[in-house]
Protein backbone atom coordinates (compact mmCIF):
# COMPACT_ATOMS: atom_id res chain seq x y z
CA UNK A 1 0.00 0.00 0.00
CA UNK A 2 1.38 3.59 -0.73
CA UNK A 3 3.01 5.93 2.25
CA UNK A 4 0.54 7.68 4.04
CA UNK A 5 1.14 10.68 5.75
CA UNK A 6 -0.48 11.74 9.63
CA UNK A 7 -1.95 15.26 9.96
CA UNK A 8 -3.77 15.96 13.04
CA UNK A 9 -5.47 18.32 10.96
CA UNK A 10 -6.53 18.26 7.07
CA UNK A 11 -8.77 20.79 5.55
CA UNK A 12 -10.61 20.26 2.12
CA UNK A 13 -10.80 23.75 0.23
CA UNK A 14 -9.07 26.86 0.93
CA UNK A 15 -11.82 29.37 1.00
CA UNK A 16 -12.57 32.24 3.51
CA UNK A 17 -12.99 29.69 6.52
CA UNK A 18 -10.28 27.40 5.54
CA UNK A 19 -7.66 29.54 5.09
CA UNK A 20 -7.72 31.21 8.39
CA UNK A 21 -8.44 28.01 10.08
CA UNK A 22 -5.57 26.31 8.69
CA UNK A 23 -3.41 29.07 9.60
CA UNK A 24 -4.86 29.30 13.22
CA UNK A 25 -4.25 25.17 13.41
CA UNK A 26 -0.45 25.21 12.13
CA UNK A 27 -0.03 28.40 14.14
CA UNK A 28 -1.02 26.33 17.31
CA UNK A 29 1.82 23.54 16.42
CA UNK A 30 -1.32 20.98 14.99
CA UNK A 31 0.66 19.58 11.91
CA UNK A 32 -2.33 21.25 9.26
CA UNK A 33 -2.48 20.01 5.56
CA UNK A 34 -4.38 22.40 3.38
CA UNK A 35 -5.89 20.44 -0.07
CA UNK A 36 -7.42 23.21 -3.15
CA UNK A 37 -8.16 21.74 -6.36
CA UNK A 38 -7.95 25.33 -7.71
CA UNK A 39 -7.12 28.72 -6.00
CA UNK A 40 -6.22 29.75 -2.85
CA UNK A 41 -9.19 31.75 -1.28
CA UNK A 42 -11.60 30.00 -2.73
CA UNK A 43 -14.94 31.52 -4.50
CA UNK A 44 -14.96 35.18 -2.70
CA UNK A 45 -11.41 35.92 -3.73
CA UNK A 46 -11.31 34.35 -7.06
CA UNK A 47 -15.03 34.10 -8.80
CA UNK A 48 -16.79 36.02 -6.13
CA UNK A 49 -16.86 39.12 -3.70
CA UNK A 50 -13.60 40.38 -4.57
CA UNK A 51 -13.96 40.45 -8.58
CA UNK A 52 -17.32 41.19 -8.83
CA UNK A 53 -17.95 44.07 -6.54
CA UNK A 54 -14.23 45.21 -8.46
CA UNK A 55 -16.30 45.37 -12.39
CA UNK A 56 -19.14 46.71 -10.33
CA UNK A 57 -17.34 49.51 -9.36
CA UNK A 58 -16.30 49.83 -12.88
CA UNK A 59 -20.18 49.72 -13.66
CA UNK A 60 -20.41 52.98 -10.90
CA UNK A 61 -17.91 55.03 -12.64
CA UNK A 62 -19.67 54.60 -15.87
CA UNK A 63 -23.32 55.24 -14.56
CA UNK A 64 -21.84 58.62 -13.11
CA UNK A 65 -19.96 59.57 -16.37
CA UNK A 66 -23.43 59.14 -17.78
CA UNK A 67 -25.11 61.44 -15.10
CA UNK A 68 -22.11 64.08 -14.99
CA UNK A 69 -24.40 67.03 -17.09
CA UNK A 70 -27.08 66.37 -14.12
CA UNK A 71 -24.80 67.59 -11.45
CA UNK A 72 -23.45 69.86 -14.16
CA UNK A 73 -19.91 68.40 -14.82
CA UNK A 74 -19.25 67.90 -18.63
CA UNK A 75 -16.85 65.53 -20.62
CA UNK A 76 -15.93 67.09 -23.73
CA UNK A 77 -18.05 66.52 -26.59
CA UNK A 78 -20.86 65.20 -23.94
CA UNK A 79 -24.00 67.45 -24.54
CA UNK A 80 -26.47 65.29 -22.58
CA UNK A 81 -26.65 62.21 -20.23
CA UNK A 82 -25.83 58.36 -21.90
CA UNK A 83 -23.17 59.56 -24.30
CA UNK A 84 -19.52 60.46 -25.37
CA UNK A 85 -17.46 58.13 -24.05
CA UNK A 86 -15.80 54.64 -24.34
CA UNK A 87 -15.64 51.43 -21.71
CA UNK A 88 -12.35 49.21 -22.05
CA UNK A 89 -13.52 45.87 -21.35
CA UNK A 90 -10.16 44.57 -21.26
CA UNK A 91 -9.21 47.44 -18.95
CA UNK A 92 -11.91 46.52 -16.33
CA UNK A 93 -11.18 42.64 -16.58
CA UNK A 94 -7.37 43.64 -16.24
CA UNK A 95 -8.42 45.88 -12.97
CA UNK A 96 -10.12 42.86 -11.57
CA UNK A 97 -7.34 40.55 -12.20
CA UNK A 98 -4.91 42.68 -10.85
CA UNK A 99 -7.47 43.07 -7.67
CA UNK A 100 -7.83 38.96 -7.05
CA UNK A 101 -4.11 38.50 -7.72
CA UNK A 102 -2.58 40.90 -4.91
CA UNK A 103 -5.58 39.09 -2.73
CA UNK A 104 -4.69 35.38 -4.13
CA UNK A 105 -1.33 36.53 -3.08
CA UNK A 106 -2.11 37.86 0.51
CA UNK A 107 -3.48 34.10 1.43
CA UNK A 108 -0.65 32.19 0.01
CA UNK A 109 2.16 33.99 1.97
CA UNK A 110 0.03 33.30 5.15
CA UNK A 111 -0.39 29.85 4.49
CA UNK A 112 3.21 29.80 4.05
CA UNK A 113 4.38 31.52 6.63
CA UNK A 114 2.25 29.79 8.86
CA UNK A 115 3.72 26.42 7.90
CA UNK A 116 0.48 24.98 6.41
CA UNK A 117 1.23 22.10 3.94
CA UNK A 118 -0.51 23.51 0.89
CA UNK A 119 -1.35 20.23 -1.30
CA UNK A 120 -2.42 21.12 -4.81
CA UNK A 121 -4.88 18.18 -5.81
CA UNK A 122 -8.46 16.49 -5.35
CA UNK A 123 -9.56 15.20 -2.27
CA UNK A 124 -11.60 12.02 -2.31
CA UNK A 125 -12.51 10.36 0.99
CA UNK A 126 -11.26 6.86 1.23
CA UNK A 127 -12.36 6.10 4.49
CA UNK A 128 -13.15 8.56 7.70
CA UNK A 129 -10.37 9.83 8.53
CA UNK A 130 -7.99 8.76 5.22
CA UNK A 131 -8.18 11.34 2.37
CA UNK A 132 -7.23 10.54 -1.63
CA UNK A 133 -5.75 13.62 -3.14
CA UNK A 134 -5.57 13.58 -6.96
CA UNK A 135 -2.70 15.38 -8.59
CA UNK A 136 -3.80 16.87 -11.86
CA UNK A 137 -0.90 14.66 -13.67
CA UNK A 138 -3.35 12.00 -12.33
CA UNK A 139 -0.77 10.77 -9.69
CA UNK A 140 -1.96 10.53 -5.92
CA UNK A 141 -1.01 10.28 -2.47
CA UNK A 142 -2.92 9.56 0.69
CA UNK A 143 -3.41 11.20 3.90
CA UNK A 144 -4.51 10.62 7.33
CA UNK A 145 -6.16 13.10 9.72
CA UNK A 146 -7.10 12.85 12.98
CA UNK A 147 -9.47 15.64 12.32
CA UNK A 148 -10.99 16.78 9.06
CA UNK A 149 -12.61 19.52 7.76
CA UNK A 150 -14.74 20.13 4.22
CA UNK A 151 -14.75 23.32 3.25
CA UNK A 152 -15.20 22.58 -0.44
CA UNK A 153 -17.42 25.03 -1.74
CA UNK A 154 -20.00 25.23 -4.45
CA UNK A 155 -20.19 26.36 -8.07
CA UNK A 156 -23.08 27.60 -10.60
CA UNK A 157 -25.83 25.11 -11.72
CA UNK A 158 -25.06 23.68 -15.36
CA UNK A 159 -27.64 25.59 -17.79
CA UNK A 160 -30.32 23.92 -18.74
CA UNK A 161 -32.14 24.72 -22.19
CA UNK A 162 -33.19 22.70 -25.09
CA UNK A 163 -31.39 24.28 -28.42
CA UNK A 164 -28.13 25.09 -25.93
CA UNK A 165 -26.07 22.45 -27.71
CA UNK A 166 -25.54 24.31 -30.87
CA UNK A 167 -24.83 27.52 -29.32
CA UNK A 168 -21.15 28.65 -29.47
CA UNK A 169 -19.63 27.99 -26.14
CA UNK A 170 -18.36 31.47 -25.20
CA UNK A 171 -21.96 33.21 -25.77
CA UNK A 172 -23.43 30.93 -23.04
CA UNK A 173 -21.92 32.19 -19.44
CA UNK A 174 -22.06 31.40 -15.73
CA UNK A 175 -20.95 33.93 -13.12
CA UNK A 176 -17.54 33.46 -13.48
CA UNK A 177 -16.92 33.26 -16.82
CA UNK A 178 -19.00 36.76 -17.35
CA UNK A 179 -16.17 37.99 -15.91
CA UNK A 180 -13.47 36.94 -18.25
CA UNK A 181 -15.23 38.75 -21.70
CA UNK A 182 -12.65 40.99 -23.22
CA UNK A 183 -15.31 42.83 -24.62
CA UNK A 184 -18.78 44.46 -23.85
CA UNK A 185 -21.93 42.10 -24.77
CA UNK A 186 -24.26 43.73 -27.35
CA UNK A 187 -27.37 42.16 -26.04
CA UNK A 188 -27.21 39.97 -22.98
CA UNK A 189 -29.93 37.86 -21.80
CA UNK A 190 -29.79 37.41 -18.20
CA UNK A 191 -32.01 34.08 -16.95
CA UNK A 192 -32.55 34.13 -13.32
CA UNK A 193 -33.28 37.20 -10.84
CA UNK A 194 -31.37 36.19 -8.00
CA UNK A 195 -28.51 38.48 -6.26
CA UNK A 196 -26.28 37.39 -8.79
CA UNK A 197 -28.38 38.08 -11.60
CA UNK A 198 -29.45 41.40 -10.51
CA UNK A 199 -25.80 42.67 -9.87
CA UNK A 200 -24.68 41.34 -13.81
CA UNK A 201 -27.92 42.63 -15.56
CA UNK A 202 -27.22 46.03 -14.30
CA UNK A 203 -23.65 46.18 -14.10
CA UNK A 204 -23.51 45.44 -17.87
CA UNK A 205 -26.17 47.76 -18.71
CA UNK A 206 -24.05 50.15 -16.90
CA UNK A 207 -21.20 49.50 -19.40
CA UNK A 208 -23.39 49.63 -22.50
CA UNK A 209 -24.72 46.14 -23.19
CA UNK A 210 -28.85 46.40 -24.25
CA UNK A 211 -29.85 43.51 -21.17
CA UNK A 212 -32.84 41.35 -20.17
CA UNK A 213 -33.68 39.57 -17.49
CA UNK A 214 -35.88 36.68 -17.62
CA UNK A 215 -37.29 35.41 -13.71
CA UNK A 216 -39.89 33.02 -13.61
CA UNK A 217 -40.75 34.06 -9.93
CA UNK A 218 -43.28 36.76 -9.63
CA UNK A 219 -40.31 39.49 -8.15
CA UNK A 220 -36.99 39.68 -8.53
CA UNK A 221 -35.05 38.42 -5.23
CA UNK A 222 -37.61 36.07 -3.83
CA UNK A 223 -36.52 36.48 -0.24
CA UNK A 224 -37.23 40.25 0.09
CA UNK A 225 -40.19 41.49 0.93
CA UNK A 226 -42.25 43.16 -2.00
CA UNK A 227 -42.69 46.40 -1.77
CA UNK A 228 -38.53 46.34 -1.58
CA UNK A 229 -38.38 44.02 -4.74
CA UNK A 230 -40.63 46.28 -6.47
CA UNK A 231 -38.61 49.23 -5.79
CA UNK A 232 -35.53 47.71 -7.04
CA UNK A 233 -37.89 46.63 -9.88
CA UNK A 234 -38.28 49.93 -10.95
CA UNK A 235 -34.49 51.27 -10.67
CA UNK A 236 -33.63 48.52 -12.82
CA UNK A 237 -36.10 49.47 -15.58
CA UNK A 238 -35.08 53.03 -15.44
CA UNK A 239 -31.82 51.92 -15.87
CA UNK A 240 -32.86 50.33 -19.30
CA UNK A 241 -32.99 46.81 -18.64
CA UNK A 242 -35.70 44.65 -19.85
CA UNK A 243 -37.72 42.36 -17.24
CA UNK A 244 -39.49 39.75 -17.82
CA UNK A 245 -40.99 38.52 -14.38
CA UNK A 246 -43.15 35.04 -14.26
CA UNK A 247 -41.48 33.80 -17.23
CA UNK A 248 -39.16 31.19 -18.58
CA UNK A 249 -36.78 30.46 -21.58
CA UNK A 250 -38.05 27.61 -23.20
CA UNK A 251 -35.38 27.26 -26.19
CA UNK A 252 -32.76 28.75 -27.86
CA UNK A 253 -31.68 28.90 -31.72
CA UNK A 254 -28.89 30.48 -33.68
CA UNK A 255 -29.82 33.27 -36.39
CA UNK A 256 -26.39 34.35 -37.10
CA UNK A 257 -22.88 33.64 -36.69
CA UNK A 258 -23.04 36.25 -34.11
CA UNK A 259 -26.53 36.42 -32.61
CA UNK A 260 -29.04 33.93 -31.21
CA UNK A 261 -32.97 33.74 -30.77
CA UNK A 262 -34.39 32.98 -27.10
CA UNK A 263 -37.76 31.47 -26.93
CA UNK A 264 -39.78 32.43 -24.05
CA UNK A 265 -42.64 31.28 -22.31
CA UNK A 266 -44.59 34.62 -20.38
CA UNK A 267 -47.61 35.16 -18.18
CA UNK A 268 -49.43 36.44 -21.97
CA UNK A 269 -48.12 33.58 -24.14
CA UNK A 270 -44.62 33.13 -26.33
CA UNK A 271 -42.55 36.00 -27.05
CA UNK A 272 -39.31 35.54 -28.81
CA UNK A 273 -36.04 37.80 -27.29
CA UNK A 274 -33.92 38.13 -30.82
CA UNK A 275 -30.61 39.54 -31.48
CA UNK A 276 -28.64 38.06 -28.55
CA UNK A 277 -25.02 37.42 -28.31
CA UNK A 278 -24.70 36.11 -25.03
CA UNK A 279 -26.61 34.48 -22.38
CA UNK A 280 -25.87 34.14 -18.27
CA UNK A 281 -27.01 31.26 -16.55
CA UNK A 282 -27.53 33.05 -12.76
CA UNK A 283 -29.89 30.46 -11.89
CA UNK A 284 -28.20 28.71 -8.63
CA UNK A 285 -25.29 27.10 -6.92
CA UNK A 286 -24.55 23.53 -6.31
CA UNK A 287 -22.31 21.78 -3.61
CA UNK A 288 -19.05 20.23 -4.40
CA UNK A 289 -19.41 17.05 -2.85
CA UNK A 290 -20.15 14.80 -6.54
CA UNK A 291 -16.64 13.98 -6.37
CA UNK A 292 -15.91 13.95 -2.92
CA UNK A 293 -16.97 10.46 -2.20
CA UNK A 294 -18.83 11.30 1.18
CA UNK A 295 -20.09 8.14 1.21
CA UNK A 296 -16.99 6.19 2.26
CA UNK A 297 -16.73 8.34 4.96
CA UNK A 298 -20.12 7.82 6.16
CA UNK A 299 -20.96 11.35 5.85
CA UNK A 300 -24.87 12.52 5.95
CA UNK A 301 -25.67 14.67 2.85
CA UNK A 302 -29.33 15.99 2.06
CA UNK A 303 -30.92 15.84 -1.36
CA UNK A 304 -29.07 18.21 -3.29
CA UNK A 305 -25.77 17.25 -2.01
CA UNK A 306 -25.27 19.25 0.98
CA UNK A 307 -23.30 18.26 3.96
CA UNK A 308 -25.43 17.89 6.82
CA UNK A 309 -23.89 18.70 10.35
CA UNK A 310 -25.63 20.41 13.25
CA UNK A 311 -25.18 23.53 15.17
CA UNK A 312 -21.38 22.87 15.94
CA UNK A 313 -20.54 22.46 12.46
CA UNK A 314 -20.36 18.46 13.10
CA UNK A 315 -21.03 15.58 10.78
CA UNK A 316 -22.44 12.59 10.85
CA UNK A 317 -18.97 11.52 11.52
CA UNK A 318 -17.54 12.61 14.95
CA UNK A 319 -14.07 13.96 13.76
CA UNK A 320 -15.20 15.10 10.74
CA UNK A 321 -16.84 19.12 10.47
CA UNK A 322 -17.73 21.04 7.98
CA UNK A 323 -17.98 24.74 6.77
CA UNK A 324 -18.61 27.58 4.24
CA UNK A 325 -21.25 27.14 1.69
CA UNK A 326 -21.23 23.13 1.67
CA UNK A 327 -23.28 22.95 4.38
CA UNK A 328 -25.87 24.72 2.34
CA UNK A 329 -27.39 28.20 2.89
CA UNK A 330 -26.97 31.49 3.93
CA UNK A 331 -24.10 31.22 1.28
CA UNK A 332 -22.33 34.39 2.11
CA UNK A 333 -18.55 34.78 2.70
CA UNK A 334 -18.89 36.17 6.24
CA UNK A 335 -20.93 33.06 7.31
CA UNK A 336 -18.01 31.07 6.16
CA UNK A 337 -15.71 33.30 8.42
CA UNK A 338 -17.78 33.24 11.50
CA UNK A 339 -18.08 29.32 10.98
CA UNK A 340 -14.18 29.33 11.00
CA UNK A 341 -14.50 31.24 14.26
CA UNK A 342 -16.51 28.33 15.56
CA UNK A 343 -14.13 25.83 14.74
CA UNK A 344 -11.28 27.50 15.82
CA UNK A 345 -12.54 27.50 19.12
CA UNK A 346 -13.81 23.95 18.79
CA UNK A 347 -10.58 22.23 17.62
CA UNK A 348 -8.39 24.73 20.14
CA UNK A 349 -9.76 25.93 22.65
CA UNK A 350 -10.72 24.25 26.53
CA UNK A 351 -13.24 21.90 25.72
CA UNK A 352 -15.20 22.38 28.99
CA UNK A 353 -15.17 26.54 27.29
CA UNK A 354 -18.98 27.59 27.58
CA UNK A 355 -21.12 28.84 26.03
CA UNK A 356 -19.89 26.61 23.10
CA UNK A 357 -19.55 28.75 19.92
CA UNK A 358 -22.24 27.98 17.37
CA UNK A 359 -24.79 28.94 14.61
CA UNK A 360 -27.72 28.77 16.98
CA UNK A 361 -29.13 32.18 16.57
CA UNK A 362 -26.53 34.26 14.56
CA UNK A 363 -27.73 37.36 13.36
CA UNK A 364 -27.12 36.99 9.49
CA UNK A 365 -26.41 40.24 7.48
CA UNK A 366 -26.09 40.37 3.75
CA UNK A 367 -25.98 43.17 0.77
CA UNK A 368 -26.68 42.76 -2.66
CA UNK A 369 -24.26 45.19 -4.59
CA UNK A 370 -26.75 46.61 -7.21
CA UNK A 371 -26.81 50.34 -6.61
CA UNK A 372 -28.74 51.55 -5.11
CA UNK A 373 -27.10 48.51 -2.67
CA UNK A 374 -30.03 46.67 -0.63
CA UNK A 375 -28.43 45.63 2.29
CA UNK A 376 -30.68 43.28 5.02
CA UNK A 377 -30.39 42.03 8.37
CA UNK A 378 -32.36 40.00 10.91
CA UNK A 379 -35.96 38.82 9.57
CA UNK A 380 -38.17 40.04 7.08
CA UNK A 381 -41.72 40.91 7.58
CA UNK A 382 -43.30 37.58 6.83
CA UNK A 383 -40.66 35.39 8.74
CA UNK A 384 -40.75 37.72 11.43
CA UNK A 385 -44.75 36.81 11.51
CA UNK A 386 -44.41 32.83 10.76
CA UNK A 387 -42.48 32.76 13.71
CA UNK A 388 -44.05 34.98 16.22
CA UNK A 389 -47.02 34.11 15.47
CA UNK A 390 -48.62 35.89 18.88
CA UNK A 391 -46.46 38.62 19.03
CA UNK A 392 -47.41 42.25 17.87
CA UNK A 393 -45.38 43.16 14.95
CA UNK A 394 -44.94 46.93 13.99
CA UNK A 395 -43.29 47.50 10.23
CA UNK A 396 -42.13 51.29 9.39
CA UNK A 397 -41.09 52.07 5.75
CA UNK A 398 -39.47 55.33 4.18
CA UNK A 399 -38.63 56.50 0.80
CA UNK A 400 -34.87 57.63 0.50
CA UNK A 401 -36.04 60.64 -1.04
CA UNK A 402 -37.29 61.64 2.33
CA UNK A 403 -33.83 61.50 3.65
CA UNK A 404 -32.18 65.09 2.90
CA UNK A 405 -28.54 63.72 2.18
CA UNK A 406 -29.84 61.75 -0.65
CA UNK A 407 -31.25 64.37 -2.28
CA UNK A 408 -27.97 66.47 -1.59
CA UNK A 409 -26.04 64.10 -3.79
CA UNK A 410 -28.99 63.18 -6.19
CA UNK A 411 -29.55 59.42 -4.99
CA UNK A 412 -33.28 59.66 -3.99
CA UNK A 413 -33.99 55.68 -5.34
CA UNK A 414 -34.59 52.94 -2.75
CA UNK A 415 -36.37 52.45 0.21
CA UNK A 416 -36.13 51.35 4.74
CA UNK A 417 -37.66 49.31 5.96
CA UNK A 418 -37.86 47.91 9.58
CA UNK A 419 -40.15 44.93 11.67
CA UNK A 420 -39.87 45.25 15.50
CA UNK A 421 -42.10 43.67 18.54
CA UNK A 422 -44.17 46.31 20.01
CA UNK A 423 -43.95 45.79 23.21
CA UNK A 424 -40.16 45.53 24.04
CA UNK A 425 -39.08 48.00 20.81
CA UNK A 426 -36.39 45.14 19.86
CA UNK A 427 -35.55 45.95 16.00
CA UNK A 428 -36.62 42.39 14.71
CA UNK A 429 -35.33 43.03 10.47
CA UNK A 430 -34.26 45.96 8.72
CA UNK A 431 -33.60 46.60 5.27
CA UNK A 432 -32.23 49.49 3.44
CA UNK A 433 -32.13 49.75 -0.31
CA UNK A 434 -30.05 53.30 -0.68
CA UNK A 435 -27.07 54.55 -1.75
CA UNK A 436 -23.89 52.02 1.17
CA UNK A 437 -27.36 51.07 2.30
CA UNK A 438 -24.88 48.12 3.50
CA UNK A 439 -23.30 50.65 5.73
CA UNK A 440 -26.53 51.90 6.92
CA UNK A 441 -28.10 48.14 7.71
CA UNK A 442 -24.71 47.64 9.90
CA UNK A 443 -25.45 50.54 11.77
CA UNK A 444 -28.69 48.79 12.56
CA UNK A 445 -27.22 45.47 13.11
CA UNK A 446 -25.32 46.85 15.71
CA UNK A 447 -27.36 48.07 17.42
CA UNK A 448 -29.67 45.00 17.39
CA UNK A 449 -26.31 43.16 18.83
CA UNK A 450 -26.61 45.38 21.87
CA UNK A 451 -30.35 44.51 21.90
CA UNK A 452 -31.04 48.37 22.21
CA UNK A 453 -34.71 49.26 21.36
CA UNK A 454 -35.59 51.32 18.19
CA UNK A 455 -36.14 54.05 20.27
CA UNK A 456 -32.92 54.27 21.09
CA UNK A 457 -31.69 55.26 17.24
CA UNK A 458 -34.62 57.96 17.05
CA UNK A 459 -33.61 59.76 19.56
CA UNK A 460 -29.75 59.20 18.97
CA UNK A 461 -27.90 62.44 17.71
CA UNK A 462 -26.32 61.57 14.39
CA UNK A 463 -24.14 64.05 12.32
CA UNK A 464 -25.75 66.21 9.98
CA UNK A 465 -26.67 65.41 6.63
CA UNK A 466 -25.32 62.07 7.08
CA UNK A 467 -27.41 59.19 5.39
CA UNK A 468 -27.67 57.57 8.93
CA UNK A 469 -29.75 60.88 10.32
CA UNK A 470 -32.79 58.67 8.36
CA UNK A 471 -32.14 56.09 11.36
CA UNK A 472 -34.08 59.58 13.54
CA UNK A 473 -37.15 59.58 11.39
CA UNK A 474 -37.69 56.00 10.44
CA UNK A 475 -39.67 54.90 13.05
CA UNK A 476 -42.33 57.86 12.87
CA UNK A 477 -43.68 55.15 10.09
CA UNK A 478 -44.44 52.39 12.81
CA UNK A 479 -47.71 50.85 12.41
Known amino acids: MATITHYDAIIIGSGQGGTPLAKALASANKKTALIEKEHIGGCCINEGCTPTKTMIASGRVAHLTHRGPNYGIHVPGQTEPNNAFTVSMLK ?3 RKRDIVSSFRSGSEKGLEAA ?10 FKDASTIKVIFPNGNHQFLKGEKIIVNVGCRPAPPRLAGLEGIEKDRVLDSTSIQELGEVPGH ?5 GGYIGVEFGQLFAR ?3 KVTMVHRGAQLLPREDKEVATELLNILRDGHLSVYLGATATSISSTSAETVSLSLATQSGSEIVANVTHLLFATGRIPNTDHLNT ?4 IDVDAKGYIKCNEFLETSVPSIYVMGDVKGPPAFTHISYDDFRILKAALLSDA ?9 GRLVPYVVYADPQLGHVGLHEREARERYPGMKILTATMPMSYVARALETDEPGGMMKAVVNADDGQILGFTCLSTEGGELMSAVQVAMIAKLPYWKLQDAV ?5 FAESLNNLWGFLK
Open 207 to 209: LGS
Open 115 to 124: GVNVIRGEAQ
Open 352 to 360: LEHPRPSTK
Open 295 to 298: DAAG
Open 92 to 94: VRQ
Open 462 to 466: FAHPA
Open 188 to 192: LVVIG
